[in-house]
């Protein structure tokens, strides 16, 4: 049976742009490339235009399948009747500047060397990504987009879209999310680097050189990126203390389910997924923080937002805990603007805002249902 | 200055049983050595005595201060005049089997090879270490404990002795512990042990016979703990988002202040702690379950405890969460045992139970003050 709520099969654009960018680090690119997907149609009016902001491991692959099935990775919430609807709205997926699901990062070709940048590539920030999402925009012909949308790192990129482009975002949607990480946010991200830039296989950054990637440092980066993803009360239901083989063995091969599952999801994203992009992607995380130029006054860095914003959070999120999308409330509602604000009750804990969850994607689609086109 | 209430000086003592152990797993031990320290003095009924066991990390040494300065890790609540107060108690601190402070573990010799024991010492139980607490309960000439007190893993030890030896305990004092493992707990666990297997340096746990130590992964599983000891608030009063150079670096050095903490901290470990005892340890925590033999049923796993309980968590625990203690407290009341509980408001996390803290210290005062002896 074909999904006839799936926007189908997608194949991935590019855009290449020749202008120098000039990075927050203080760094700067020649020029660079970005990997995107649309689904639905621009209108006349270029008004129905929504950018989905990917976050630590997404890409430009929002909905539908690839040729080699490969699904979106917000494939249930984006397409023909879904919350954000494919029949009304023009939606752009991007990989982000640093990536490695084809726009230009540490696997590309550093031109003033000829050879892979690797850990040469500079490290790119959330204000970044927003400058080179403009690029594509202008490429695009989107003088405004009607939404930004993102999930955890997602949602800053949207926040950041309304500091930087007040006149370029009418709606701003912010999903489990934080205008800043937390220290044990950071310690956790550190620990991720550490495990990565220690592995033997790392060699400075410079691993492709040497045919191999820093597979174990990325396992456990990604194994403890897990415990923060999910609940301590959905990994209880979910595993429990259920052993795997029913007794326990007294060595250190897999005993009880929790720890098959966390080696599970740590081989195979090893091999996947590019480390220096990971370590990349941590520091945006870490870095992000506009009220840090404010003296930490977060309703002083966001006075020149003018987007209308929808902010939601779960309330078993301790990556992400509701109280810092309430700071973000009480921010955006002190400087007067127009917000909606959902404290969404699911026990999956981080990874609850990719998931299908009915009261969740009721909120995001009455959000978009009342967006002008 | 002379602290008055410090026990001063201490060396260390060794105990060698020749009786053969047989270990929870079914491997045994032909004999085995404890190290061990006593505060105070055994009175002449020899019902003044309590033990004292430790965490993942701890050792023998509670109190007072060895030769080269080291103070006991337990040293603010055992001494004269303190909560634990050895003018009136003969206190006991027992480094357990598999440990790296000189009892028999995985850094002694295997007598059946002649070589050091490595990876082949055997994983060993909170159940086998009761077992040998008991044996130098025996050596010691204690028939019945006035209390046996622990924290964290040590309460586990505590709450065990009600249950192995009913007869032999009079009072267990378990703080900021669990009845048993939540798969969140398991997961760090699991985390921290991969990261120490996967080490190239760890050499199937041989790493001995290379003349390296697995220093990468016991100070990314140190690091990680680090995380877990302490609480997301306290991190944000004591870390916060500070710099420690004053500005963002854009590299993988140290940026944020709560990075360098934790790398101190896990570069430290990585010198003194051996990873095999880290290994068998993390599997210690993870296996204790007395209820798994019941069905899961802690009212009828506890049935056979006849000791007063003093049960304290703190509010902050998120490791060991007040919840966990509280499942503890209803299963013993409802065994009609004698339970004294505390719920601490500390902002220090799981570590609040190792802190002078003087509510806490207060209330284990004033259990102690009615233990008679």
Not at 249 to 268: A, M, P, T
Request: aromatic share 12%; hydrophobic share 40%; with cysteine.
């Amino acid at each position: 049976m074909t999904d006839t709520r799936s926007v189908g099969l997608v194949v991935p654009q590019r855009a290449r742009f020749d202008q120098a960018l000039n990075l927050r680090s203080g760094a700067s690119l020649p020029g660079f490339e970005l990997v995107f997907e649309t689904y639905g149609e621009l209108n006349a009016d270029r008004s129905n235009a929504v950018l989905v902001c990917h976050a630590l491991s997404g890409s430009h692959h929002v909905a539908g399948v690839h040729a080699n099935g490969s699904p979106g990775w917000w494939d249930n919430l984006v397409g023909p009747g879904k919350p954000l609807d494919t029949n009304r709205f023009f939606v752009v997926g991007v990989n982000n500047l640093g990536g490695c699901y084809g726009s230009t990062g540490p696997m590309s070709i550093n031109p003033a060397t000829g050879k892979l940048y690797g850990a040469d590539f500079p490290v790119v920030t959330v204000e970044d990504w927003v400058t080179t999402q403009a690029r594509l925009a202008d490429h695009l012909g989107i003088d405004c987009w009607a939404a930004v949308l993102g999930g955890s790192l997602g949602g800053m990129q949207a926040l950041e879209w309304t500091l930087r482009y007040p006149d370029r975002i009418r709606h701003a949607l912010v999903i489990a999310s934080s205008p800043k990480l937390t220290a044990q946010n950071i310690a956790f991200n550190e620990v991720a680097r550490q495990a990565i830039l220690t592995d033997p296989d790392f060699h400075g950054g410079h691993y492709y050189e040497y045919g191999v990637v820093p597979a174990r440092g990325l396992r456990l980066a990604r194994m403890m990126g897990h415990i923060t993803y999910l609940s301590d009360d959905q990994m209880a239901e979910k595993f429990g203390r259920q052993l795997r083989d029913g007794k326990l063995k007294f060595n250190y091969e897999v005993d009880f389910q929790i720890e098959s599952y966390l080696r599970y999801q740590g081989d195979k994203f090893a091999t996947y997924f590019d480390a220096n992009t990971y370590l990349i992607t941590t520091k945006a995380l870490d870095y992000f923080d506009p009220a840090g130029a404010y003296g930490g006054d977060l309703l002083a860095a966001l006075a020149r937002a003018k987007a209308d914003f929808f902010v939601a959070s779960f309330t078993t999120d301790w990556r992400f805990a509701p109280e810092r999308s309430r700071e973000l409330v009480y921010a955006l509602l002190h400087n007067g603007l127009d917000v909606s604000y959902a404290e969404i009750e699911c026990s999956a804990g981080h990874d609850s805002f990719l998931l299908d969850d009915p009261q969740y994607h009721a909120v995001v689609g009455a959000y978009f249902d009342r967006i002008e086109t």
